[in-house]
């Protein structure tokens, strides 16, 4: 009987299980089950003081519906997700063009670009903290000809500036490194072709590279929208949200309410939005795949 129940078919399912369970309990257990926890931590109050946990039921998204800071906290996160990812996915494909021509030195500047990406980004962020200071290195530089630097982390425009040219220096690195594997898998056919029908350069890079290498593109866009969303030390480390709520993104605003004002109930619901935003534009750049990835034409 059992040797009739443990067909192939069967043993090879069990094989298939065995190898996806560790990834698929892991799952549950650190994305699943937290997220659950979230949403029904939102539904409460949980004071830690006084010892408290008081369900209240949508209070606290009414009170997210009424809340006169999270206006500006939603600007100042769209404002630093929308420079992050043009200035990112704009200068990574620039540099991996650039780095493609297989000119002498190259190896070098790969290296030197993606550096970046492995060094601890609380290092990172501390060390340009102290080259923004209005005394700091970026000042000194300017100064040296002849121009007077701003106090970069104190005056609302500039900080929201810093906040994006450090992050993009960070992680440009990464996006650079994919989008030079999408180009050296070009066929080189397509150029020579091209050449010879007199094809300018930028047109070839329009209608053959771009094509070609748009499911590397929908990929580095869909990284860095949701890493942006998710910035937190850097914005901690440099400004503090400041000035005012210039710099004070979603994330930031998150980690005040629940862990500086103790309004644990609050943060969760604003998890609870983050996800929603995160998981909408998601799903907006997958459905927007087949009108601009080419190998879903």
């Keep these: 009987m059992n040797r009739r129940y443990w067909t192939t078919r069967r043993r090879d399912q069990l094989t298939g299980w065995l190898f996806i369970a560790p990834q698929l309990a892991g799952t549950v257990v650190f994305v699943l089950v937290p997220?659950?926890?979230?949403?029904?931590?939102?539904?409460?109050?949980?004071?830690?003081?006084?010892?408290?946990?008081?369900?209240?039921?949508?209070?606290?998204?009414?009170?997210?519906?009424?809340?006169?800071?999270?206006?500006?906290?939603?600007?100042?996160?769209?404002?630093?997700?929308a420079g992050l990812v043009l200035l990112n996915l704009s200068l990574a494909l620039l540099l991996a063009v650039l780095l493609n021509q297989?000119?002498?030195?190259?190896?070098?500047?790969?290296?030197?670009?993606?550096?970046?990406?492995?060094?601890?980004?609380?290092?990172?962020t501390i060390v340009w903290r102290f080259m923004l200071q209005d005394n700091g290195g970026v000042n000194s530089l300017l100064h040296a000809v002849g121009?007077?630097?701003?106090?970069?982390l104190r005056s609302g425009g500039t900080a929201m500036a810093a906040v994006v040219v450090v992050q993009v220096f960070k992680n440009v690195g990464l996006n650079m490194v994919l989008f030079l594997a999408a180009l050296q898998g070009v066929p080189k056919d397509l150029y020579d072709a091209a050449r010879t029908d007199g094809s300018p350069a930028w047109t070839t890079f329009r209608r053959i590279t771009l094509p070609l290498i748009s499911p590397t593109l929908l990929l580095t866009a869909i990284i860095t929208v949701v890493g942006s969303l998710q910035v937190f030390a850097q914005v901690?480390?440099?400004?503090?949200?400041?000035?005012?709520?210039?710099?004070?993104?979603l994330v930031y605003y998150l980690y005040q309410q629940a862990f500086q004002f103790h309004a644990f109930g609050y943060g969760a619901t604003l998890s609870v939005l983050l996800f929603v935003i995160?998981?909408?534009?998601?799903?907006?750049?997958?459905?927007?795949?087949?009108?601009?990835v080419f190998h879903e034409q």
């Design 236 to 249: 901690a480390v440099l400004t503090e949200g400041g000035p005012g709520t210039s710099t004070t993104v």
């Design 278 to 292: 995160v998981l909408a534009l998601t799903v907006l750049q997958w459905q927007l795949r087949r009108r601009w």
């Design 35 to 81: 997220l659950v926890l979230v949403v029904w931590y939102s539904l409460h109050e949980w004071n830690v003081l006084a010892d408290t946990f008081t369900f209240t039921g949508a209070d606290n998204y009414r009170a997210l519906a009424h809340d006169p800071k999270l206006p500006a906290v939603l600007r100042a996160s769209l404002i630093f997700s």
């Design 102 to 124: 297989r000119l002498r030195g190259t190896t070098v500047f790969r290296v030197l670009f993606f550096s970046p990406v492995v060094v601890s980004l609380v290092a990172w």
């Design 147 to 152: 121009i007077d630097g701003p106090n970069w």
